[in-house]
Nanobody, 118 residues
Framework: QVELVESGGGLVQPGGSLRLSCVAS????????MSWYRQAPGKERELVAS????????NYADNVKGRFTIFRDNAKNTVYLQMNSLKIEDTAVYYC???????????WGKGTLVTVSS
């Protein structure tokens, strides 16, 4: 049974940092592209960052480049999103996604809420 469980969200002040985690199970994590998406109230879900497999190359949305970093630990079946210099407009529910053109998916987590507010 595939499962993705996000954690690490919370309330943070503008300029602060958070690290999100997504623990995966039920599939061969190291073979899957792992991504973080977010959905703000009243807006569509958007891609934040992806890390490919097995190359571990990355790509980021323009509005988070230089502030957010995606990385993975295949031994722990976990993908992370380090978020620095947070802005009010980063407020959203953040979702983890796993996909592989060869092996299956996409699989989604249930999300973790990040609120940036003073």
């Amino acid at each position: 049974q595939v499962e993705l469980v996000e954690s690490g969200g919370g309330l943070v002040q503008p300029g602060g940092s958070l690290r999100l985690s997504c623990v995966a199970s039920g599939f061969t994590f190291s073979l899957y592209v792992m991504s973080w998406y977010r959905q703000a109230p009243g807006k569509e879900r958007e891609l934040v960052a992806s890390m490919y497999a097995p190359t571990t190359s990355t790509n980021y949305a323009d509005n988070v480049k230089g502030r957010f970093t995606i990385f993975r630990d295949n031994a722990k079946n976990t993908v992370y999103l380090q978020m620095n210099s947070l802005k009010i407009e980063d407020t959203a529910v953040y979702y983890c996604k796993a996909t592989s053109p060869e092996y299956g998916g996409p699989y989604w987590g249930k999300g973790t809420l990040v609120t940036v507010s003073s």
